[in-house]
Each structure stands twice: as structure tokens, then as C-alpha cells.
């Protein structure tokens, strides 16, 4: 970048200069990779911008733009990273290492398979058809849940190394207490639940063509008040950040 700068006429520090230009009258440059990067150094590569025939194609065919709200959000930060992912549909090396999107996709696999299991066993209890001592129960609901969770993860990739073994045992620790306080709840509350990974879309027509708002709720739990004259929902969404982000009530309602 350094001496890219400097053929394009900014200015670059003596060092570099010297150093380059030692290089060049030696013929350093003259063959191989040496050769390929002077020659990269005159080349400036132009951004170009797709046609609305082309772009249509690729992201709205049959004139229907779907996509995350998440997708949507990269899009905003950096339309070429989105254009890549979304447009290009490459996707990122693969690693042996986790990273936070394994975890936090680790951790809703095992809430997704808790949650109806650990739901009924509440409502089992609450009809007096449930031992009160259910520990038992509820240990192994969450156990399966975890297992679940690893094989559906990959578990290959859970145990391939050291490092990624622990990892596994702290998620394993973290999706035990979240579990265990999703029983508490249902045990304790009047809500029940709904739907879990509930699909969802929001279209919007704009001129000619289609744009929808696709994602996935991570639970939903109702109550509906006996008289039947009001009915209340509540929507979870699952996060295993450990960001300290104070959540606004006024953005989680508009």
C-alpha cells in the first residue's frame, strides 16, 4: 500500500523509496512474485456499478426482494460485503475454531428443543399428573435437548481439538442454567407456549416490485385471560452476546 501510494503521486517516506528503487535497478523486479507485485502496484481497480437489469436478477428475481432484517443492516454498513454474501452467494472459509455464531446457534438448538418438553412438563404438574420432586424429569429433558443440540452442530467439530472441547463444556454449563429458568418459568407463570422458531415475513409493495422482510421469532409464548375479553403475547428472542447494551423499549416498539 505503501508504495502503491507512491505511484499514484502521494508521498511515502524515504526509506521506502530507497528501498524500492535499489530493488528495481538490482532487476529484482524483473521476475516472479516481485514481478507481480510491481506490476500490481500500477493497477487502481475502479468500482463499478451493476445494472438495474443485472441487479434485479440477482436479488429480486420474479421482481421479489426478500431478506433479513440482518441482511438488510449489512447491506447499509457495506453493500459490496452484502453484494459478496447475498449476491455472489460465497461464503466464508470454514475453520476448525468456534466462533460466536456457532455458540449463540448452539445455544438456540438446545432452547429450541427444551422449550415444548419442559412447557408440558409444567402443565403436567400444574394438573397434578406430575410428581412435585420432578428434578429428574426436567434433568433429563435438558440433557436430550443438549445432545440434540451437538449432534445437530456438528459434534465432530465440538471435540476436534482441546480448545473446542472447553468451549463445548462452558456452552454446555451456560445452556443448563438457561434451560433450568425456562422451566422456572413456565413452572411459575400463566403463559403458554405458542410456537418455537416461528417463520415469519413482512411484504411491502414498492412501485413495481416486492420487498419482504423475512425472520425467525425464537419463541413464542401466549395467555389468554378466562373471560376470553383479552389475550397477551409474549416474544422471546434468544441472545448469547455477552454485551452489556442497554435494551430501549422505545426501538424494541418501533
Known amino acids: 500500500p505503501v508504495l502503491q ?3 499514484a503521486g502521494g508521498k511515502v517516506q524515504e526509506v521506502w523509496l530507497a528501498e524500492y528503487l535499489r530493488m528495481k ?3 529484482e523486479f524483473s521476475t516472479g512474485k516481485l514481478a507481480a507485485i510491481e506490476k500490481a502496484l500500477h493497477v487502481w481497480y475502479q468500482p463499478q456499478k451493476l445494472s438495474p437489469e443485472l441487479a434485479g436478477k440477482i436479488f429480486a428475481p420474479g421482481g421479489k426482494l426478500k431478506g433479513s432484517v440482518t441482511a438488510f443492516e449489512a447491506y447499509n454498513q457495506c453493500p459490496f460485503q452484502y453484494f459478496v454474501k447475498h ?3 460465497l461464503a466464508e472459509r470454514e475453520t476448525t ?3 460466536a455464531r456457532d455458540k449463540g446457534k448452539f445455544l438456540h438448538a438446545v432452547m429450541e428443543k427444551a422449550a415444548k418438553p419442559l412447557w408440558e412438563l409444567a402443565n403436567k404438574k400444574k394438573r397434578d399428573t406430575m410428581p412435585e420432586d420432578d428434578e429428574g424429569e426436567i434433568q433429563k429433558v435438558i440433557e436430550k435437548a443438549i445432545q440434540a443440540a451437538v449432534e445437530k452442530r456438528d459434534s465432530l467439530r465440538f471435540t476436534r481439538n482441546i480448545r473446542n472441547q472447553r468451549h463445548l463444556e462452558r456452552l454446555q454449563r451456560t ?3 438457561s434451560a433450568r429458568r425456562l422451566a422456572e418459568f413456565y413452572a411459575s407463570s400463566q403463559f403458554e407456549l405458542d410456537a418455537v422458531e416461528k417463520q415469519m415475513k413482512f411484504p411491502l409493495q414498492l412501485d413495481k416490485k416486492e420487498l419482504c422482510f423475512t425472520g425467525k421469532i425464537d419463541r ?3 395467555w389468554k385471560k378466562e373471560d376470553g375479553e383479552a389475550s397477551y403475547a409474549a416474544v422471546v428472542d434468544y ?6 447494551k442497554k435494551l430501549s423499549a422505545a426501538k ?3
Open 25 to 27: 535497478r538490482a532487476g
Open 175 to 177: 445452556a443448563r442454567v
Open 252 to 254: 424494541v416498539y418501533y
Open 97 to 99: 475454531d468456534l466462533d
Open 87 to 89: 449476491g455472489l452467494q
Open 5 to 7: 501510494s507512491y505511484t
Open 239 to 244: 441472545k448469547a452476546s455477552n454485551s452489556q
Open 220 to 222: 413464542i409464548d401466549t
